[in-house]
């Protein structure tokens, strides 16, 4: 099939693969693409080997199959000054070749073949959407660059239609682990059950929503969805009077802790930036159990104590105020904590009658009309690769009704893992579309990313909590930023799954594709296509209402094919 013309990616070599290089004067976008015909299908396309966004487009029903064809370097003319820098580095890549085992080289040249089969009529969840953080450090970053055409560019690449097409974002109340400092509102006085100094926007905040308000603008995302979180109350509140370690909120302060969610969205939107939902505390168990891993800002919960603030303070404040609408989320830590979190039922049979006993026990147990307040639970996608699919599945099983989503995730975070980025790698997004792919399968209904940006260190993190991210920025100049292949990666799911698309039935012949597939308000199908193999796949796509068509993938590849 024939490409359509597109800004592309301005792809250089980085210690781990390839990057896109943006800068004031120039960054790659792609505009969503439109289709002429009802046969026509579109397909956008990133590879291991350098395509990013590449967009083709062909015709179901076509006799021949549409092939893909992957990224080649250019052939770079040899000069008198780099003749021999040419022959010896071809002798070295013809020894290395020589010598290294079969799996380190290139893949074999067989085409595995699979058929997709897709059911628009068997429809699961809507998807409220996708989006990233607006951190500290992401703030500290783009002041640092003075440009503002470079802001504009990473504001655009994230959130613009011919960028990913995020629509949600999740910001702190107050500090977190990814600022230079940590931090709260009404800091002093303390004792202040009033909050009286909490009657503006921090300094830090207000340079913040500057800056999201102009991604608003320049990007013409609608309806920005702000999820909100806090890490810690003011030490002044808490049971060790320290940011972090072994604390809980004091129980004289309940109230005041929910006045202080309630006048946080007060300030914000009153600054012009609505608040969607929020959260009941970022990471709960990191003040009760993790003390001696957790170096940063956190407050301890218990599943017991914070039905009881949540049915007695923050539920009946926010819902009895202007703002009875906001989306409510709680957990928003590991999936290992989800279930018992919510509820743990403990079964013990009465064997004399017959008679099976249950004890609900957990959040459900001490306040049971606690969780009615609730409208979602948020998840954080670390250990998952440990802790599997079947605490999703109980959760689920105990809050059919209750909204899912990831709202963080990032790599760099195990003990086994290097704690800062690995510019260029594609096995590491890798890892994202695979994350991806099992939670959507799973009926998660969204998707909110860690820090949008990060520096070549992965902070600045006040306690060195360094960690990977989409897209990495250049601090030795501050005139440009490179988008990692983990951005497109998530992309392929962002940019051409709207809110309220709706998952649809899609059951592969075999393990050589991953993939899930949408249903989109305009009628159109969105599907993702994973090709994790070494050797190229032919996908045949077999659409109960569409009718057929062949495509061929690269190896180490992932797209999203657009269809009427």
Known sequence: GGKTASTPCKLQDAQYGKVCVCTADYCDYLENPTLSQDSEFALISS?????????????????????????????????NDGSNATFFSRLLDETLAAVLPQSEKAAPSTTRSVTLRLDRSKKFQRIEGFGGSFTGAVSYLLENYEAQAIQDHLYKSFYATDGLGFNLMRV???????????????????????????TKLDDRDVIRVEQIKRLREISGVENLKIKGAAWSAPKWMKTNNKWTGFGQ????????????????????????????????GNEPMNGIFFMPFVKFMSMGWTPPSQAIWLDDNLGPTMRNSKYKDIVLFSNDDQRYTSPFWFKWVRKHIDYSNDITHSTSLQMNRTRPNSLDYLDGVSLHWYWDEIFGSSFVDKTSEYLPDKLQIISESCIGDKPWQQAK???????????????????????????????IILDEAGGPNYVNNTVD???????????????????YIIGHFSKLVPEGSFRIEAIPSNVNLDTVAFLRPDNKIAAVLFNSGRAALDIIVVDTQRGNVTVNVPAKSIHTILYN
């Open 172 to 198: 702190a109340m107050g500090g977190c682990d990814f600022d230079l400092e940590a931090w709260a509102y009404n800091e002093l006085p303390v004792n202040d059950t009033k909050l009286t100094n909490m």
């Open 249 to 280: 909120l004091k129980r004289e302060y309940y109230q005041t802790w929910a006045d202080y969610h309630l006048k946080w969205v007060e300030l914000m939107e009153s600054n012009g930036l609505p608040i969607w939902a929020i959260s009941t």
């Open 47 to 79: 590879t291991q080997e350098g395509l990013r966004f590449e967009l083709s487009k062909g015709n179901f029903g076509a006799k021949d199959k549409h092939v893909v064809e992957d990224y080649t370097e250019p052939v770079v003319a040899a000069t």
């Open 421 to 451: 980025p690995h510019i260029g790698s594609w096995y590491r997004a890798e890892k994202y579309a695979r994350s991806y792919l099992s939670h959507l399968k799973d009926g998660f209904h969204a998707w909110i990313d860690w820090n």
């Open 469 to 487: 991210a989409p897209v990495i920025a250049n601090t030795t100049t501050y005139t440009e930023f490179y988008k990692q292949p983990m951005f």
